[in-house]
T-cell receptor, first 116, second 110 residues
Framework: NAGVTQTPKFRVLKTGQSMTLLCAQD?????MYWYRQDPGMGLRLIHY???????AKGEVPDGYNVSRLKKQNFLLGLESAAPSQTSVYFC???????????????FGPGTRLTVT | RKEVEQDPGPFNVPEGATVAFNCTYS??????FFWYRQDCRKEPKLLMS???SGNEDGRFTAQLNRASQYISLLIRDSKLSDSATYLC???????????FGQGTTLQVKP
């Protein structure tokens, strides 16, 4: 059981380049999330999804786009990378439904992104 | 003011010591509370959920005080392996969105 996986693990981009981070989960979770973690800031929610085909903005969505075409995958895109997007990116997933939501989140191992 | 606040520490304690962390939250409508553990350069992992009545898991005890809007984590008989950052997490308004504190770093020394 792989849980939550993220690719790539590391990436260095030049300013203005684009890239897509992939998150995959095999736990049949409805909810998926993208966070960034910066020193002294804690984890901040970028975007999230409550089900296949849905996405919503989190706390810091600017400069990022997401897609959830399949239930098990959640993609995070950077269209034009900036140095301020240098961070560690974590994907997470959880069960959730209107009737019996439980919000324990399971995290992937993270992607370390540097934008020069 | 941050929605979830923690003392970043570090807390340096000897093996076998008892250590307690507090966390305050500002949104009185918050419904669910958690402590996550994060090792250096690793992903956060759920340590325990925090229930209204308080709960205990081995050496770890979590307490919730809704009136004062704080959550605590007590670690007894500290082990070297307890060295990590402990994240206080709040579920705002019973949605799927969690708000993370910046974490409290614990260093347990021999």
């Amino acid at each position: 059981n792989a849980g939550v996986t993220q690719t790539p693990k590391f990436r260095v981009l030049k300013t203005g380049q684009s890239m897509t981070l992939l998150c995959a989960q095999d736990m049949n979770h409805e909810y998926m999330y993208w966070y960034r973690q910066d020193p002294g800031m804690g984890l901040r929610l970028i975007h999230y999804s409550v089900g296949e085909g849905t996405t919503a903005k989190g706390e810091v969505p600017d400069g990022y786009n997401v897609s959830r075409l399949k239930k098990q995958n959640f993609l995070l895109g950077l269209e034009s990378a900036a140095p301020s997007q240098t961070s560690v990116y974590f994907c997470a997933s959880s069960y959730g439904s209107a009737l019996a939501a439980t919000y324990e989140q399971y995290f992937g191992p993270g992607t370390r992104l540097t934008v020069t | 003011r941050k929605e979830v606040e923690q003392d970043p520490g570090p807390f340096n304690v000897p093996e076998g010591a008892t250590v307690a962390f507090n966390c305050t939250y500002s949104n009185s409508a918050s419904q669910s509370f958690f402590w996550y553990r994060q090792d250096c350069r690793k992903e956060p992992k759920l340590l325990m959920s925090v229930y209204s009545s308080g709960n205990e898991d081995g050496r770890f005890t979590a307490q919730l005080n809704r009136a004062s809007q704080y959550i605590s984590l007590l670690i007894r008989d500290s082990k070297l392996s307890d060295s990590a950052t402990y994240l206080c997490v709040v579920n705002r308004n019973n949605t799927g969105k969690l708000i993370f504190g910046q974490g409290t770093t614990l260093q347990v020394k021999p």
